[in-house]
């Protein structure tokens, strides 16, 4: 049996049917922005937690662009620091020491060749940290703005107190392989012994004592006495001679 419709009943229908499927159609578009915020939202499951890097130019402003090395640059020169990001270019091969450590493979052979030194004269040296990825530097950063903010400091003062020891992600040149921190074997050699050491022989084998005391307002970096470079043993050899930083041999300061 045909149920007869009049006009305007057929007209109610199609407005229903209309007000039914801009519903349906809203309620579609909601599943979708929920659904993809949930999406944005797991790919940082720390939430507000995760440190998160502020921007170079708002830590310093003397800090240039990041920029490409230049190919008149020799990679034992490049030049890593609070005002020199590194290059968006820049790789690294790296090569793992004994310990787990990894350095970049170009300067393991002199590496290896002062720590032998420096054990046939009774001085033991151990490598206690090498190639950093940006992920760890942003933990240590992470871990030394917490301590500081657990001795009462605001989240400013921490911050600019973590910088004065770990360097800003981006900014570090255990990220670039080519630093090393020094430390001793405890067992058999003090700290002291073995910074002596280094900073009387190290520029023999190409590395420099990065961060002298007498260089911090140049270098950017208060004195640490295990922290050591390759720049190559042509100008670690000058380095050492006149009492400069790399910041002075390259003549790139910001003085």
């Not at 020169?77 to 590194?86: H, Q, Y």
Request: hydrophobic content about 35%.
């Amino acid at each position: 049996m045909l149920i007869d419709i009049n006009p305007a009943d057929n007209q109610d229908v199609k407005n229903r049917f209309r007000r039914i499927s801009t519903f349906l159609f809203l309620c579609g578009c909601l599943a979708m922005a929920v659904t993809a915020f949930g999406l944005i939202k797991d790919k940082n499951p720390l939430g507000n937690k995760e440190w998160q890097m502020p921007p170079i130019y708002a830590i310093n402003t003397n800090i240039p662009a990041p920029n490409t090395r230049s190919e008149e640059t020799p990679w034992n020169l490049i030049l890593v620091n609070k005002w020199n990001t590194i290059p968006d270019n820049y790789e690294v091969e790296l090569m793992e020491l004994t310990n787990g450590q990894s350095v970049d493979k170009r300067i393991y052979p002199e590496l290896q060749e002062m720590f032998d030194a420096a054990r046939s004269e009774n001085i033991y040296p151990i490598a206690v940290s090498g190639y950093r990825t940006e992920m760890k530097q942003k933990s240590l950063m992470k871990e030394k703005i917490a301590e500081y903010k657990a001795k009462g400091h605001s989240q400013e003062e921490a911050r600019t107190k973590a910088e004065e020891w770990v360097a800003v992600p981006g900014t570090s040149e255990h990220q670039i392989g080519l630093s090393v921190d020094i430390n001793a074997d405890k067992m058999k050699s003090t700290g002291n012994d073995v910074y002596e050491w280094l900073r009387k022989n190290s520029y023999k084998f190409g590395f420099i004592l990065r961060y002298p005391a007498d260089k911090t307002d140049i270098t950017g970096v208060i004195h640490e006495p295990w922290h050591y470079r390759y720049v190559g043993k042509e100008a670690a050899a000058e380095i050492y001679k006149r009492g400069i930083c790399l910041e002075e041999y390259l003549n790139k300061t910001n003085q």
